[in-house]
């Protein structure tokens, strides 16, 4: 059975939704189930969401982050394979398929991913030059019983890089993450955010993550000294 | 010739923080990240906000040698870059958290979470647009 759930984490993201979901349904392999959890927003995400007239399951939570979200709607999902999705990027229509093809050719494989390219809001149809290996929630698919062996999704206090905590713990936990060559996932920039500055965010998380790596790194030394 | 004895983070690319007197410095250019002893994060701090490596050896914490050994192995990673700049004084609870400090001065350097950091696609959206925002605190 290669039935297949998706979990999309929504923060104000009304303007986008539709087209990440319309991503979605255009799979050449049809979900069986499909949950957006609506991480608090303040914009009309559900009223878009209700005039597409999709099979579309909305959860809603207090803001708690991308993280939190994700592990929510992973937990809604019965299906053997879950798939998640940022609310703004998109998929190429055989990103499942291809996937779940590589699942069956590859039992012992837990998680795969796959390469991804950048698109501008205001320019679909111009992709970012550099195909990129995607680490991230936009292009993975795993085996459910993968999210129970690492547990939530835990989003750093105050920041971002919540997926390369979880990645992180499913690599040093010996599952084996695959990554694809093909670009299968397209990630949404938004016009005037080109221009990489500092976003305080994003460094503050990602120095929780590499301290909660040390310090897992310092308690495994411990237990097995 | 004096010897560079102030030093300043060598570029935007290093960030850092302090956990509870804890340092952590992530190279956002390498995905690269470093840990220290308690010692070594005490040094970091002094170093990394303009103290001069003089202010420190004159502690008496730490044995000059091992200071230049430990500076020297910061600018070989790329983490911090001599200035030019007047020191900074040298603040009273460093001072305490250099004394209190029981292991030698160490600085480590750790790649697993490289490839993931390098090519982590955050969404550099607008505030109001959605992530990254925290919940509105204001």
């Known amino acids: ?18 087209e990440t979901l ?28 209700a005039a597409l007239d999709m099979p579309v399951r909305l959860l809603r939570q207090d803001n708690a982050g991308p993280g939190s979200a994700t592990t929510r709607g992973i937990a809604a999902l019965s299906t053997p394979f879950i798939a998640t ?10 990103k499942i398929e291809r996937q779940l093809a590589h699942f069956a050719g590859s039992p012992a494989t837990s998680a795969v991913f796959c390469h991804l390219r950048t698109f501008r809001s205001e320019r679909p149809d111009d992709l970012g030059p550099e ?30 890089g919540e997926m390369i905590d979880w990645i992180a713990r499913a690599r040093e936990a010996g599952l084996a993450l695959d990554m694809m060559d093909a670009v299968l996932a397209l990630r949404r920039i938004r016009p005037g955010s080109l221009s990489y500055g500092r976003d305080a965010a994003r460094d503050r998380g990602y120095l929780e993550v590499a301290r909660f790596a040390m310090l897992r790194r310092a308690r495994s030394k411990a237990g097995t000294s | 010739m004096r010897q560079p004895d102030v030093y300043a983070v060598a570029s935007k690319d290093i960030v850092f923080e302090s956990f509870d007197g804890d340092a952590v410095v992530l190279d956002l250019s390498t995905g690269k990240y470093f840990g220290f002893s308690d010692s070594g994060s005490g040094v970091w701090q002094a170093l990394s906000s303009g103290v001069s490596a003089a202010a420190l050896a004159e502690t008496g914490a730490i044995a000059s040698a091992e200071l230049a050994t430990f500076i020297a192995r910061l600018l070989e990673f790329g983490l911090l870059a001599p200035a030019d700049t007047a020191p900074n004084p040298l603040p009273g609870d460093l001072i305490s958290q250099l004394a209190a400090a029981r292991e030698p001065l160490s600085v480590d350097v750790h790649d697993d979470l490289a490839d993931l950091i390098v090519v982590d696609p955050i969404h550099e959206v607008d505030e109001p647009l959605g992530w990254p925002a925290v919940k509105q605190a204001n």
């Not at chain 1, 998706?6 to 993201?13: L, R």
């Open chain 1, 85 to 94: 999705l940022d609310a703004d990027d998109l998929w190429l229509p055989d």
């Open chain 1, 131 to 160: 195909s990129v290996p995607g680490w991230s929630r936009s292009t993975m698919l795993i085996r459910r019983e993968v999210a129970s062996a690492v547990g939530p999704i835990t989003d750093p206090p105050g920041g971002r």
């Open chain 1, 1 to 18: 059975m290669s039935e297949y759930g998706v979990v999309i984490p929504a923060f104000n993201a009304a303007s986008t939704i539709a």
């Open chain 1, 22 to 49: 319309a991503s979605v349904m255009a799979q050449s392999l049809k979900p069986r189930d499909i949950v957006v959890v609506d991480d608090g927003s303040s914009d009309d995400l559900a009223g878009v969401i």
